[in-house]
Structure formats: structure tokens, C-alpha cells
């Protein structure tokens, strides 16, 4: 049936409070309660136009098969990620400081973006403390951990698993290798050469200071890297694709969500066998993922009808061509949640024509997929609201004295001026 455009509009708001309401009403936006009557208010007078209009099934199929599997991973990469604890204050040079980048870089792929910059960017903070100049070294770890590096496996950011959701392969998103070693040589190289130039503007006394105050590096709940390595193989092997009884339109509910109650398994083995004090040091709170977990009831929800309004009216758009899912995917997450905007494009893309002889994956043109998932993942770096982890890691900053720049001034001083062009580049040579 024909979508109305007055019902698109909850989805609409539903993403310009996300964008807005941390800039004009921080306060009462920071309660998580607040944020859950957002997301029933919008939410509700859809599901009801739905089910008078016959599409209950619909909104049915999108809360229970999209939304409670990316909420159960999302939490399962939080707890587990949330019981590995790094301490130390090794010597803050270029080099180690790029190490740390780089390792953070590799991690985000496989244990999220998320969950990688929670668990480095108190030890960048701590062996950076003694050093004068370090708020660029919390931008390029934003660019770098928080967005950059999650591109490679559906565990990396969550557009990628609601792209993994709607038919992509776990391995094919190895495919953007080219892209993100690419985009993270070029970012790691930059941040080197300026972190020296920094390096050498330090005062002498802090350059001693640093030399002179060391603490090894310690580990603690170790235990939870085996549990990490249990949801990457959850992930990748309890699906449709090796189980195909999961794939099966008659199959129990119970069978259909098996991998969620396997990754619920999980979760519950973390807590039980991570020490306290593990959790404890890295400042653990539910209250991050609670956050994830009621904004997006309401985004999928509203969303609903968006993504059957795109899919048929997709050739009206415009958007054909691979580098224009790019921009626009990448415009749009720059300043509203990538998730929901990666599955946006996705159907926008699902309702072109398939040019002869393309190869699909996921049901469009890999090629687009491919567009969309750079621009998703890439352009999240843009603002601080472009992906989760970023106010998070602005935040722990701002509460270890590093003097953050405020939300235009983390675009005119570093994402505009450093991240665009080497996304442009990117564009011309792979797409």
C-alpha cells in the first residue's frame, strides 16, 4: 500500500531529538526515562497506524528480528568488552601513542567500536597525563577507535550488523580491507607527525616528568577475551546460513532467536565469571546501553514505515550512483544515528534495478552496499553525535582536564579539515 507522508514524521523527529536535544535540553535529555517517553510518544501512534492498516506483521518482523537481536549484541560487546580492564602510565611518546591508536584501530573491528574505546581511552588518557598537549590525541582516537576501524566485521559498528541482518555475509565486510587500511594508514601517519610536532613544543620539565613517572601496564579479566571470541563465533556461525532451521518461516520463535539466547548466555557468564573489581575500575554502569536500548525501540519503530516508504519510492530519488549512497549516507550520520540511516539507504538501494550481470549481496548491488557501509562507518567521525562512543569518550576526556572542543569546533578544527578530504580521496580511488 501507498505510505503516507505524515507517517514518516515521527521517524523524522525521532532522529532530530537524538541530533538536538543533547545541544538544547542536555539536562533533561541525560535521564534515560526521558529519553524512553520520547520514543513511546513518537512510537505509538505508528504501531497503531500500522496495525489499522493491516501492516502489524511488519512492525512485528522489525521489533523482534532487527531490534532485539541489535540490542542483545550491542549489550553482549558492552559487558564483555566492560570486564577487560587495562592500567598503566607507560611514556607518552609519538610512537607509543600511535601504537596505541593503531591497536585500537585493529580491536574496533572485532570487539566494537564501543567497546574498544572504553577499554583504551583511560590508558591513553593516564599515559598522556603528564603532557601538556593531548586534546588532538583524543580526536584522532575518536576518528581512529570510536568509527574508523569498526568497518570490517558486522561486530564493528552497528549499521554493519543491521546490514549483516538483511542478508551480507559475516566474512564480506573483510572486503573493505582496501578501504580501511587505507583510510587508517592515512590517519595514523597524520596523527604522528603532529603528535611529534606537539611533542616537541612540550616543556622540558613535562617530557622529564612523563620519563619519570611509569607504571607498567596491567591486565584484569582476561577471562572475558575468550568470552569476546565466543560472540564473534556466535555471530558468525549460529544463522541461517549454517543452521538453515533458522532461516525457516514455520520455525518457533526460540529457534529463530537462537543466536540472541546464546549471546544472553554469554552475557550472564561474563558477570558470573569477572571479578568486581575488574568492572569496577573501568567505571561500569548499565546506564549506556539502557540509553542505546530505549532510543532505539523508538527509532525502529518509527522507522518501520520510512523503510517501506524508501524502498517503493527509491527511483524517485535520485540517488543511483555508488558515490551519492556514499555522501548521502555519510551526510546523514554525520549528524543522526548511522544506524537507522545505513538502513535507510539500504532499502533506498533495494528499490533501483539491478543492472545486468552486478554482483548482489544482501539484495542491491554489492557495490552500493559497499558505499553505504564506508559512508555509515566513516562519516560517524563528522560530529560528536555521528556514533555513540564519541560523547562517551568526549565525556571521559572532559572529566580527566582535557579541554574538549565544544560541537562546531570539533568539526571546523578537525573533522572538516582532516577527516573530509581523506574521505573524498577515499571516494575517488575506490568508488
Not at 32 to 58: D, E, Q, R, T
Not at 73 to 93: D, H, P, Q, Y
Not at 354 to 381: C, M, N, Q, R, Y
Request: hydrophobic residues 55%; aromatic residues 12%; neutral net charge.
Amino acid at each position: 500500500m501507498e505510505i503516507p507522508v505524515f507517517i514518516l514524521l515521527p521517524f523524522v523527529a525521532m532522529l532530530l531529538c537524538i541530533a538536538v536535544a543533547p545541544l538544547v535540553v542536555e539536562h533533561w535529555w541525560e535521564r534515560n526515562s526521558n529519553k524512553l517517553i520520547v520514543s513511546i510518544v513518537l512510537a505509538l501512534p505508528v504501531a497503531i497506524w500500522m496495525i489499522v492498516n493491516g501492516l502489524s506483521g511488519n512492525l512485528v518482523h522489525q521489533m523482534l528480528y532487527d531490534y532485539v537481536p541489535f540490542i542483545i549484541l550491542l549489550m553482549s560487546l558492552f559487558v564483555v568488552t566492560g570486564g577487560i580492564n587495562i592500567k598503566g602510565n607507560i611514556e607518552a611518546t609519538p610512537k607509543i601513542n600511535t601504537t596505541i591508536l593503531g591497536f585500537g584501530y585493529l580491536l574496533a573491528s572485532f570487539m566494537g567500536t564501543t567497546g574498544a574505546a572504553m577499554l583504551l581511552i583511560r590508558p591513553l588518557i593516564s599515559t598522556n597525563q603528564e603532557r601538556t598537549y593531548k586534546v588532538h590525541t583524543v580526536l584522532f582516537f575518536i576518528a581512529c577507535v570510536a568509527n574508523c576501524g569498526g568497518v570490517l566485521t558486522p561486530l564493528g559498528d552497528p549499521p554493519l550488523f543491521l546490514l549483516f541482518q538483511r542478508g551480507a555475509d559475516f566474512t564480506w565486510f573483510f572486503r573493505l580491507v582496501p578501504e580501511w587500511a587505507f583510510v587508517g594508514v592515512c590517519l595514523l601517519v597524520m596523527y604522528y607527525f603532529i603528535d611529534r610536532y606537539y611533542y616537541k613544543k612540550e616543556p622540558q620539565e613535562c617530557i622529564e616528568c612523563d620519563k619519570n613517572n611509569q607504571d607498567p601496564l596491567k591486565f584484569s579479566g582476561l577471562i572475558n577475551i575468550v568470552w569476546l571470541l565466543c560472540v564473534v563465533l556466535c555471530v558468525m556461525f549460529v544463522n541461517q546460513t549454517y543452521i538453515p532451521v533458522i532461516g525457516e518461516h514455520d520455525s518457533p520463535v526460540y529457534i529463530k532467536l537462537l543466536r540472541e539466547i546464546c549471546l544472553v548466555a554469554i552475557i550472564l557468564l561474563s558477570l558470573a565469571t569477572t571479578k568486581k573489581q575488574a568492572r569496577v575500575d573501568n567505571k561500569f554502569s548499565w546506564t549506556p546501553i539502557i540509553e542505546v536500548a530505549v532510543l532505539f525501540v523508538g527509532i525502529f519503530a518509527t522507522m518501520t514505515p520510512a523503510l517501506i516508504f524508501l524502498q517503493a519510492n527509491a527511483s524517485q530519488l535520485g540517488i543511483t550512483a555508488p558515490w551519492q549512497f556514499y555522501y548521502c549516507t555519510g551526510a546523514l550520520s554525520s549528524f543522526l544515528d548511522n544506524a537507522p540511516t545505513a538502513v535507510a539507504f539500504h532499502s533506498v538501494a533495494g528499490g533501483l534495478p539491478i543492472p545486468d550481470g552486478a554482483s548482489v549481496v544482501a539484495g542491491i548491488p554489492e557495490i552500493l552496499l559497499k558505499a553505504i557501509s564506508l559512508g555509515a562507518v566513516f562519516f560517524g567521525a563528522m560530529t560528536y553525535i555521528g556514533n555513540g562512543p564519541n560523547f562517551m569518550v568526549k565525556a571521559i576526556a572532559e572529566e580527566n582536564g582535557i579541554s574538549m572542543p565544544s560541537f562546531v569546533g570539533y568539526m571546523v578544527k578537525f573533522s572538516l579539515i582532516i577527516l573530509l578530504p581523506i574521505y573524498i580521496i577515499t571516494q575517488l580511488i575506490f568508488l
